[in-house]
């Protein structure tokens, strides 16, 4: 437990630093003077090899990283969403935690709230009022 929230701090730190102007100010001077240092080394393979290998590490990590951030962002806002469902009066309960289900669920429930959705437009369109809570 207390490395999984030792990662998840170092992945939330890595992933503000590497959005931030000096990361890419820092990132851009890196390949700047590799560039520079083209000449010096002919342009061989190893220079090449160097930046190639490098960028690709680099990457490879940034990945898992953001990946671990993004996936918490996505739950907390899953949770804030689930209290908000939850304490509505009148919401329906049954969405609480709609991203558990299956994809034809899913479907099912998209067509319920489309078939609102189109129902609230023709109101509209006969200048009535889109408001309240139809049931799905």
């Not at 002919?42 to 090899?49: A, E, K, R, V």
């Not at 489309?114 to 809570?133: I, M, V």
């Given at each position: 437990?207390?490395?999984?929230?030792?990662?998840?701090?170092?992945?939330?730190?890595?992933?503000?630093?590497?959005?931030?102007?000096?990361?890419?100010?820092?990132?851009?001077?890196?390949?700047?003077?590799?560039?520079?240092?083209?000449?010096?080394?002919?342009f061989s393979d190893t220079w090449q090899l160097v930046i190639n290998t490098g960028t690709t590490i680099v990457t490879f990590l940034m990945v898992f990283l953001i990946q671990n951030t993004q996936n918490r962002?996505?739950?907390?806002?899953?949770?804030?969403?689930?209290?908000?469902?939850?304490?509505?009066?009148?919401?329906?309960?049954?969405?609480?935690?709609?991203?558990?289900?299956?994809?034809?669920?899913?479907?099912?429930?998209?067509?319920?709230?489309?078939?609102?959705?189109?129902?609230?437009?023709?109101?509209?369109?006969?200048?009535?009022?889109?408001?309240?809570?139809?049931?799905?």
């Amino acid at each position: 437990m207390a490395s999984r929230i030792g990662y998840s701090r170092f992945a939330n730190q890595i992933a503000r630093l590497s959005g931030r102007p000096k990361t890419f100010a820092l990132a851009a001077s890196v390949i700047v003077v590799w560039l520079v240092t083209g000449p010096l080394f002919g342009f061989s393979d190893t220079w090449q090899l160097v930046i190639n290998t490098g960028t690709t590490i680099v990457t490879f990590l940034m990945v898992f990283l953001i990946q671990n951030t993004q996936n918490r962002d996505s739950e907390a806002l899953q949770i804030k969403i689930d209290e908000l469902i939850r304490a509505t009066k009148g919401a329906h309960n049954a969405l609480l935690d709609l991203e558990e289900l299956e994809q034809d669920n899913l479907d099912d429930f998209r067509r319920r709230y489309q078939l609102l959705a189109s129902a609230a437009r023709k109101d509209l369109e006969r200048g009535d009022q889109d408001t309240g809570s139809p049931e799905a």
